[in-house]
């Protein structure tokens, strides 16, 4: 099956800071979206981004599907950036399957 | 709209008990799909269904039943439960198979 992996699994940064988040995908897909996990659980929907690049405040994404991979920037980190980021993709003809990545998890600190 | 709900929230089970995890939502959408999160490992697509009437395995299916006979409820059924299914369960909805999915609070159950 497809395999997506996402580094670097643990990042720290101080309040302010940048950071870019990937996701490297081993097959073509038709759908890959990037989720924020917060420390209470919930699971929030950050982008829908198959391909090109979108932008919501701080946050923006872009993915080259033609070279397998996706990014994730975060700008002016905040304290309510801390959680975990996941990647998760969908093959061609399996419409439906979200495949997971197994998440960098982010601590901001004050 | 509240979205995506789940209950129970928390369940304690014992090796070899039954009980149903409730999954509904209310934004009409044809897609829905129960995942499952084990600590440091993304989640793993359980079942999932594109309309009512119809659903399909996903990655760890082994274990688990689940039905859709309306638009908003799919609710997913440990017939007899193992330690090995403690979990964090997570419903899911989308307006159709490819598009932006949106996720429930989550059920955290515990098998003894």
């Known amino acids: 099956g497809i395999q997506v992996e996402q580094s670097p699994p643990d990042l720290i940064l101080q309040e302010g800071a940048n950071s870019t988040l990937r996701c490297n995908f081993s097959?073509?897909?038709?759908?890959l979206q990037w989720f924020h996990q917060n420390p209470w659980g919930q699971l929030i929907n950050l982008f829908y981004i198959p391909s090109g690049t979108k932008q919501n405040g701080r946050l923006s994404a872009t993915t080259v599907a033609t070279e397998r991979y996706s990014l994730l920037y975060i700008s002016s980190s905040q304290t309510t950036d801390s959680g975990v980021y996941f990647c998760?993709?969908?093959?061609?003809?399996?419409?439906?399957?979200?495949?997971f990545g197994q998440g960098t998890e982010l601590s901001v600190k004050p | 709209n509240a979205g995506v709900t789940q209950t129970p929230k928390f369940q304690v089970l014992k090796t070899g008990q039954s009980m149903t995890l409730q999954c509904a939502q209310d934004m009409n959408h044809e897609y829905m799909s129960w995942y499952r999160q084990d600590p440091g490992m993304g989640l793993r697509l359980i079942h999932y269904s594109v309309g009512a009437g119809i659903t399909d395995q996903g990655e760890v299916p082994n274990g688990y039943n689940v039905s859709r006979s309306t638009t908003e409820d799919f609710p997913l059924r440990l017939l007899s439960a193992a330690p090995s299914q403690t979990s964090v369960y997570f419903c899911?909805?989308?307006?159709?198979?490819?598009?932006?999915?949106?996720f429930g609070p989550g059920t955290r159950l515990t098998v003894l």
């Open positions: 899911a909805s989308s307006p159709g198979r490819s598009d932006t999915q949106y």
């Open positions: 998760a993709v969908e093959r061609y003809n399996q419409g439906g399957k979200l495949i």
């Open positions: 097959d073509s897909v038709n759908n």
